[in-house]
């Protein structure tokens, strides 16, 4: 069975200090990868997915995540936090065949201080 | 509409009691899922509706979770003789299906917040 872990539950950095956030699957082939946003009290925005081709992908908001396989990871990162960033971050794998739907993280909590 | 929406957006309801879930997808998506989100836990799967059809339900928890879209647009979810431990976030997403890809990025609604007293 496919999971996703993220090992860090909560972050805190500084504004405009460089952020990344980890996220290791498991999964029997190469899945669809996903980062998504929760800010308090809305909806999870899509931050950005990797479907195939190139391993770093570029997301919306500056942020850029790269899939490495040979580590099952898809780590996130921003070189540049803004106190808006301020946010619970899931990563998220889904199969690129059959069921379609995700497996979640856990999250990962950024605090941003001034 | 322009986004997956959901009502209500809170819920409060007593131990025993049946309630309701609705949501509206995005206009022309035929995948629909159904997620629920535990307090400090990542939204974990329900169901997934293919058109009018549930293609997998196998995240819902027992019997009394249960889920409909009969014309394939609006789905209701419901919950049969609620329980403390159903008290959570339900998140609806919708996705577009592509011919050569399959489900492309699920898109989601801002939840309704259960809350079993």
């Known amino acids: 069975a496919q999971s996703v872990t993220q090992p860090d539950i909560h972050i805190t950095v500084s504004e405009g200090a460089s952020l990344e956030l980890r996220c290791n699957y498991s999964?029997?082939?190469?899945?669809?990868l996903f980062w998504y946003v929760q800010s308090p009290g809305q909806g999870l925005q899509l931050l950005l997915k990797?479907?195939?081709?190139?391993?770093l992908v570029q997301g919306i908001k500056g942020f850029e995540a790269e899939f490495k396989r040979s580590q099952s990871s898809f780590n996130l990162r921003k070189p540049s936090v803004h106190w808006s960033d301020a946010a619970e971050y899931f990563c998220?794998?889904?199969?690129?065949?059959?069921?379609?739907?995700?497996?979640f993280g856990s999250g990962t909590r950024l605090q941003v201080q001034p | 509409g322009a986004g997956v929406s959901q009502t209500p957006s809170n819920k409060v309801t007593e131990k025993g009691k049946y309630v309701e879930l609705r949501c509206d997808p995005i206009?022309?998506?035929?995948?629909l899922y159904w997620y629920r989100q535990s307090l400090g836990q990542g939204p974990e799967f329900l169901i997934y509706f293919q058109g009018t059809g549930a293609a997998d339900d196998s995240g819902l928890p027992n019997d009394r979770f249960f889920a409909v879209r009969p014309e394939g647009s609006v789905s209701t979810l419901k919950i049969q003789r609620t329980e403390r431990g159903d008290s959570a976030v339900y998140l609806c997403?919708?996705?577009?299906?592509?011919?050569?890809?399959?489900?492309?990025?699920?898109?989601f609604g801002q939840g309704t917040r259960l809350t079993v007293v």
């Open positions: 990797y479907f195939s081709g190139d391993t």
């Open positions: 997403a919708s996705s577009h299906t592509s011919p050569g890809r399959g489900n492309t990025e699920a898109f």
């Open positions: 999964y029997g082939a190469t899945p669809y």
């Open positions: 998220a794998v889904g199969p690129p065949t059959g069921r379609r739907a995700l497996t």
């Open positions: 206009s022309g998506h035929t995948a």
